[in-house]
């Protein structure tokens, strides 16, 4: 494996972070001069994330005990650790969070003594977002291969930093069958976590047009272990489809009611499901001066 690399895409405007698995996109707006000190503060911050998540692994595969947080070593941990504990009554890992911790560690470097207008750490999709007073972000959700590519509106007075996705479409496993869920939280780490429950919940357990494998028969050391995870998702009627988003949704806002999340968006076989004021619009309506995807 290569160490951590750092370049400029195409644009100019855009730096591109990547070490093994994580793969960044980062964007700053302000005075040029602060950018160029955000930008450095970033790099700087990147260059030692993996090295500190892989000595802490084999403790971060492991489940989240309500109430009972470990002290892990390394700050991008002990975001995982602290975005999944409130979650912590099922069963999850800090990995669901790992994405989405990484984003909002790159991105407290990136602001670390700046003043920027915007900026956005992109992780594979899942975003830590800063907004200063008065500016807004749109960001686009949810492209699942069902002609959804809509957007949302992020304002610095909705109080949303994170939006992250998951689904079995995703890089990474589902124990549901959700084409995407889309969450809006308070950081990248929360909104990560939150998604992962969500998509697991658009479920239809035991159905047979649900393909389902073992997470350790797929990846060995996955967090997952014996868990069967989505594969592939077959013909579905409307009713069924509208049964297994019901089912995510009522996870979803018990995350709402309960604080952990500000909006969701659930899709599934081309229906939608909104939890929250999420605000969507069809693609190429909006004109935006900053674009985050999720």
């Known amino acids: 494996m290569n160490g951590p690399q750092a370049h400029w895409l195409a644009d100019g405007r855009r730096l591109h972070l990547n070490h093994g698995p994580i793969d960044l996109i980062v964007e700053a707006c302000g005075e040029p ?34 109430l009972a947080p470990r ?132 479920d239809l357990p035991g159905h047979p047009a649900v393909e389902r494998a073992l997470a350790r028969d797929l990846a060995p050391d996955s967090d997952l272990g014996d868990r069967l995870v989505t594969q592939g998702v077959g013909a579905l009627s409307p009713g069924e489809v509208a049964r297994a988003l019901d089912n995510g949704l009522a996870v979803a806002e018990d995350f709402r009611r309960r604080g952990l999340i500000s909006a969701s968006a659930l899709f599934l076989a081309g229906e939608t499901r909104i939890s929250g004021s999420v605000a969507l619009a069809a693609p190429n309506k909006h004109k935006a001066k900053e674009t985050a995807h999720a």
């Open 33 to 66: 001069a602060e950018c160029r000190a955000a930008y450095t503060q970033a790099v700087a911050r990147f260059e030692t994330i993996l090295i500190e998540l892989v000595k802490e692994l084999p403790e971060l595969r492991l489940p989240a005990f309500f």
């Open 71 to 202: 002290d892990f070593a390394g700050p991008t941990a002990r975001r995982m650790e602290a975005a999944v504990m409130p979650l912590a009554e099922c069963f999850i890992t800090p990995m669901a969070a790992v994405a989405g911790s990484v984003a909002d560690e790159v991105l407290a470097a990136l602001l670390a003594g700046r003043r920027l207008d915007r900026a956005y750490v992109n992780n594979g999709g899942d975003c830590a977002l800063h907004l200063s007073s008065g500016q807004s972000m749109i960001s686009a959700i949810a492209g699942t291969g069902h002609g959804m590519a809509d957007r949302v509106t992020i304002r610095a007075e909705d109080g949303v930093r994170g939006v992250a996705t998951s689904g079995w479409r995703g890089r990474s496993f589902s124990l549901g069958i959700a084409d995407a869920v889309t969450v809006l939280a308070r950081t990248g780490a929360d909104a990560d976590a939150a998604a992962t429950l969500i998509a697991n919940a658009v």
